[in-house]
């Protein structure tokens, strides 16, 4: 601990950057993982810091990613290539990033974060190295993090030891009690692990069960034991005890599906309780299809499963060329549920744009430019203008819940699992609730308003994240604290090389009256008007 304390105490003396590159965990970070109010820098004003370079990070097992800040203030470029490694003598390494594995540093402060999941077929002790080079006029500079991490089942063993001491082999009856008991104690504590990691900013919100009440209709885990098809190549996608939950949705026979009509194939997006895999789809007397099915791991909870269903299947009757569609449901028979999507090329809006940011030296194939952009954002808003005529509230407009395809048509997607996939987006104040709190209105944030202006509101951020390539809006802003920063007028800063009327458009967007703000309609002329006006100028 003294070791620890001299690391940090060194690092609080370092001065702060004026220019060049920026590498560090920040404050709130290093609270959250390490218990320790201070600011891991790797790097400062350009400068290494060995000091930190040479310190492992202990990372918490509950612990599942590990977030960075970055920014290069120079004016020169600055590209990186980052490689990770761990210890499971894998051939396939298991940590990933939410970010390109090369390309440019943010000329702004940016977030990213290293998944650390514990798996089975990871080591007890992880150990993983983190190597990036980072580039400028061929000048190279090599960082290395290292991280350790206890993946053990320690709690496991210990139980089963002790049952083993203190329950005599002749007393079946005790030792059923007692197994009864334990039991029902992991499952508490299970359940009390999930609501913390839906707030890993803040310890403050234990998750409740949703208070929609769905419908009435088929129950997606029969109470009935049911032999499943484990045959799905490298998922195993059935729970240990089926008549544990009673999730019912509204019975849509036509989007019934049979467990072995799907075959999965390999993990696209791994959350902490649920996951999706690129599969295909064999129904009798038709073609075979490429797909996409989303599903919860075996560690989710009731409310993990149920959040899924009743967000996943919101949009199951909509027909639109800019909605996501969902192909269909497997329930039932004692397994996971899975819901099918059909493939697209680039997949997740938010990754994507991400990825284009990586490839700003032309390496991309379809270099972006601004008309590009004001495309995607048209495609988003004639989604969010079809949902509106249905007279439906999405709730959570955001890039990371649209798909892109090969042909650049972006679709607006459900919310199921978002809040999984993409943890950093979304904050609980203390009220029990894990929200998207820097996409949401003002009246959303305070007085838990939602209309087809707070979606509106949220398109705004949306138009701001396509122009930034997916930059975090609202990074500098504790999310405490987004609320009183709106009111007192303060919005997203015009994006570098955005034109005045394109954040105009945004700006209209971000009224604080609901009556201020445009309609989907209108705010669609005016961005089509822009859209066209650009076009003038080719």
């Known amino acids: 601990m003294g070791e620890k304390f001299f690391l940090f105490s060194f690092l609080l003396c370092l001065p702060l ?20 109010v201070a600011e891991l820098a790797y790097v400062r004003d350009g400068s290494i810091n060995d000091v930190a370079q040479h310190f492992v990070v202990p990372v918490p097992s509950h612990i599942q990613e590990l977030c ?72 190279v500079t090599v960082l290395n993090v290292v991280m350790k991490k206890d993946c053990s089942s320690e709690f496991r063993n ?37 609501s913390c990691f839906l707030c890993p ?8 069960p949703p208070r929609t009440i769905v419908p009435s209709g088929t129950a997606l885990y029969s109470p009935v034991q049911a032999t499943c098809n484990e045959d799905l190549g490298a998922a195993t996608l059935c729970v240990s005890d089926p008549a544990a939950h009673q999730i019912v949705v509204e019975d849509k026979t036509s989007f019934r599906l049979q467990r072995n009509n799907i075959h999965i194939g390999s993990t696209l997006l791994e959350g902490t309780f649920g996951s999706i895999f690129h599969a295909t789809l064999q129904i009798p007397c038709q073609p075979l299809k490429d797909v996409i099915v989303k599903t919860v791991k075996h560690n989710a909870a009731e409310m993990q499963v149920r959040l899924m269903m009743e967000e996943g299947t919101r949009f199951q009757d909509l ?149 930034t390539l997916a930059q975090q809006p609202y990074v500098e802003i504790d999310p405490f604290e987004v609320g009183r920063v709106l009111r007192d007028g303060y919005r997203l800063t015009q994006p570098i090389n955005c034109p005045d009327e394109l954040y105009a458009i945004m700006a209209y967007c971000w009224a604080s009256s609901k009556s201020d703000r445009p309609t989907a309609p209108q705010l669609y002329r005016e961005l089509h008007q822009f859209h066209h006006q650009l076009n003038e100028y080719i």
Not at 79 to 86: A, G, N
Not at 91 to 115: A, D, K, T
Not at 348 to 366: E, M
Request: hydrophobic share 40%; glycine share 4%.
């Open 201 to 208: 900013k803040h310890n403050l919100c234990h998750q409740q």
């Open 319 to 467: 027909v639109h060329q800019n909605i996501y569609p969902l192909i269909g449901i497997v329930d039932g028979d004692g397994c996971r549920p899975l819901l099918v999507y059909p493939s697209v090329t680039y997949g997740n809006l938010k990754r994507w744009l991400l990825y284009c940011r990586g490839s700003l030296d032309g390496s991309l194939p379809h270099p972006l430019c601004t008309q590009d952009l004001v495309t995607i954002a048209l495609h988003v808003l004639r989604g969010v203008q079809y949902l509106h005529q249905q007279n439906i509230i999405h709730r959570d407009l955001a890039t990371r819940n649209c798909v892109i395809d090969d042909q650049f048509h972006v679709k607006l997607t459900d919310m199921a699992l978002s809040r999984d996939f993409f943890p950093n987006d979304y904050h609980c104040l203390g009220d029990n609730e894990n929200r998207p709190i820097k996409w949401m209105a003002m009246e959303s944030l305070t007085r838990r308003e939602f209309s087809t202006s707070s979606d509106i509101w949220s398109f705004g951020v949306v138009l701001w994240e396509v122009t």
């Open 17 to 36: 950057a004026k220019a060049g590159l920026n590498f560090f965990i920040s404050q709130q970070e290093s609270f959250r993982v390490l218990g320790l």
């Open 68 to 139: 960075f800040v970055w920014v290069n203030a120079d004016s020169k470029a600055v590209k990186y290539s980052i490689f990770t490694k761990d210890n499971s003598m894998q051939s396939v390494n298991h940590v990933s990033l939410n970010i390109s594995n090369q390309g440019v540093v943010p000329r702004e402060p940016q977030i990213f974060c290293l998944l650390l999941p514990c798996t089975t077929i990871l080591p007890s002790k992880l150990e993983v190295s983190m190597k990036i080079n980072f580039t400028s006029f061929n000048n």
């Open 158 to 194: 210990a139980e089963q030891d002790v049952l083993s001491k203190v329950i005599p082999a002749e007393d079946s009856s005790f030792m059923l009690y007692v197994a009864v008991g334990v039991a029902f104690g992991i499952l508490v504590v299970s359940l009390a692990a999930a």
